[in-house]
C-alpha cells in the first residue's frame, strides 16, 4: 500500500482538492445548552447564548456565502424526561448560524435542552 | 490536471492532521476533523439490523424504540456528535430519532432512542445517524 506523507494538500494552483466521492463537513458541534457549555467542537470559536432553545454558534473560519447546510441532532431535554422536540436553524450568515429546538410534544414552545449534535457542509470562504 | 494516486494520506508534522485548503483558495481546514468517522442507514422495527454503514461492527436491540450501534474503529471519547434522523412508520404521524441521555453514547457505543409524537419510546420504520469527532 503507497502512503502519501504531508501537512497540506492542495491542487498545483493552490486551490481546494477533490476527494473521489467524500465531502468533509467544515464544522461540527457539540453544545450542552442549559449550562450552557461546549463539550467538543471543530471551527467553532464561541457559541452565544440567547435565551430560551435558541443559540448562534459562530465559526472560527467562515463559510464563501448562505447557502450552507447545517443538520443537528435531538437529545432528551434532561434525566428523566421522556420529551421529543425538533430542531431548525434560524439566521444565518457567513460567519454564525443560528439554531433553535422547539418542543415536538404538541405544545410547540422554544426549549432548552441539554445535549446538541450540529454539523456544518458547505463552501468555505 | 494532475492527480495522485495513493492507498493512504499520512501527516508529516502529526500523523493524523492534514490542512486541505478551502474553496475560496486561502482558508485551510483540517480533513481529520471534518470527515464523517461513522454513518449507520437501519430497520428499527421487527428484528433490528443495518442496511448500509461506514465503520460500524454490529447493531443490539435495547427494547422498543431503543438501540446500541457498535463501532468499528472507537472515537477517543464521547464528546463527539451524532446527527440523526428516521422515518416513522405509516400508521403513526411523527417520529425522532434521538441521542440517548440516561445511558449516553460511549467511545465505541452510540445510544439511540426512537420516539413517537406521544413521547414515547417507538420502533421507527427506518433510522440513521452520523458521527463527527476524534477518532481514538
Known amino acids: 500500500m503507497s502512503t502519501v506523507h504531508c501537512n497540506t494538500?492542495?491542487?498545483?494552483?493552490?486551490?481546494?482538492?477533490?476527494?473521489?466521492?467524500?465531502?468533509?463537513?467544515?464544522?461540527?458541534?457539540?453544545?450542552?445548552?442549559?449550562?450552557?457549555?461546549?463539550?467538543?467542537?471543530?471551527?467553532?470559536a464561541s457559541v452565544t447564548d440567547e435565551g430560551t432553545g435558541h443559540f448562534t454558534q459562530n465559526f472560527t473560519n467562515s463559510m464563501s456565502a448562505v447557502d450552507f447546510l447545517g443538520c443537528s441532532s435531538n437529545n432528551y431535554p434532561d434525566s428523566g424526561s421522556a420529551l421529543n422536540y425538533s430542531s431548525g436553524m434560524r439566521d444565518s450568515t457567513t460567519s454564525t448560524i443560528g439554531f433553535k429546538r422547539e418542543n415536538s410534544g404538541g405544545a410547540g414552545s422554544d426549549l432548552t435542552v441539554q445535549g446538541n449534535g450540529l454539523a456544518v457542509f458547505g463552501d468555505l470562504a | 490536471?494532475?492527480?495522485?494516486?495513493?492507498?493512504?494520506?499520512?501527516?508529516?508534522?502529526?500523523?493524523?492532521?492534514?490542512?486541505?485548503?478551502?474553496?475560496?483558495?486561502?482558508?485551510?481546514?483540517?480533513?481529520?476533523?471534518?470527515?464523517?468517522?461513522?454513518?449507520?442507514?437501519?430497520?428499527?422495527?421487527?428484528?433490528?439490523?443495518?442496511?448500509?454503514?461506514?465503520?460500524?461492527?454490529?447493531?443490539?436491540?435495547?427494547?422498543?424504540?431503543?438501540?446500541?450501534?457498535?463501532?468499528?474503529?472507537?472515537?477517543?471519547?464521547?464528546?463527539?456528535?451524532?446527527?440523526?434522523?428516521?422515518?416513522?412508520?405509516?400508521?403513526?404521524?411523527?417520529?425522532?430519532?434521538?441521542?440517548?441521555h440516561d445511558t449516553p453514547p460511549t467511545s465505541s457505543v452510540l445510544k439511540l432512542d426512537g420516539m413517537n409524537y406521544n413521547q414515547s419510546n417507538y420502533d421507527m420504520e427506518m433510522a440513521m445517524g452520523t458521527v463527527h469527532g476524534d477518532l481514538a
Open chain 1, 9 to 44: 494538500v492542495q491542487t498545483s494552483s493552490g486551490g481546494p482538492v477533490t476527494l473521489t466521492k467524500q465531502s468533509a463537513s467544515k464544522a461540527w458541534l457539540n453544545y450542552i445548552m442549559d449550562t450552557p457549555s461546549v463539550v467538543g467542537s471543530f471551527n467553532i
Open chain 2, 1 to 100: 490536471m494532475s492527480e495522485i494516486k495513493t492507498d493512504k494520506l499520512t501527516g508529516t508534522s502529526t500523523a493524523g492532521s492534514i490542512l486541505v485548503t478551502g474553496e475560496g483558495n486561502s482558508t485551510t481546514t483540517n480533513l481529520q476533523q471534518g470527515l464523517a468517522k461513522a454513518w449507520v442507514n437501519f430497520d428499527f422495527d421487527g428484528t433490528q439490523a443495518i442496511t448500509k454503514s461506514f465503520n460500524t461492527a454490529s447493531i443490539t436491540d435495547d427494547g422498543t424504540g431503543a438501540s446500541s450501534i457498535a463501532l468499528t474503529a472507537a472515537m477517543s471519547n464521547a464528546n463527539y456528535i451524532i446527527t440523526c434522523n428516521g422515518v416513522h412508520d405509516g400508521s403513526l404521524y411523527v417520529a425522532g430519532l434521538c441521542v440517548r
